[in-house]
């Protein structure tokens, strides 16, 4: 299996020590393991505009660094400050707004 470099330095970093063959063997071939899951809990609404956004995010370096933000989270390198944390959830509030997302 063909990793680029960030992902397997997440995968390192989630394997904790393991070794990577046995961790990804771990993961893939576990009966306990979550099952993923097939259905939305919350239909899109426009699916027109979700494909605009979408394509408006791709050309953007958002998703990149969001990706760099979960890494460092699941690494525990994120400082979560009261801050960084208002932050996250006003742009979680907005996404969900975006896609027609009631809480």
């Known amino acids: 299996m063909r990793l680029t470099p ?3 330095a997440t995968l ?3 394997a904790a020590g393991l070794l990577l063959g046995g ?3 771990e993961r893939v071939f576990d ?3 979550a099952k993923r899951r097939t259905h939305n809990k919350h239909p899109v609404k426009d699916h027109k505009f979700l494909s ?3 394509g408006e ?3 953007s370096r958002l998703v990149n660094n969001l990706n760099q933000l979960t ?3 699941n690494c525990g390198l994120l400082m979560f400050t009261p801050e960084v944390k208002t932050a996250l959830l006003n742009a979680c509030a907005n996404i969900r707004y975006f896609l027609g997302i009631s809480y």
């Open 23 to 25: 961790y990804i063997r």
């Open 71 to 73: 890494k460092a989270a």
């Open 6 to 8: 960030e992902e397997r």
């Open 52 to 54: 605009q956004l979408l």
């Open 12 to 14: 390192e970093c989630e």
């Open 57 to 59: 995010l791709s050309h």
């Open 31 to 33: 009966e306990n393991r």
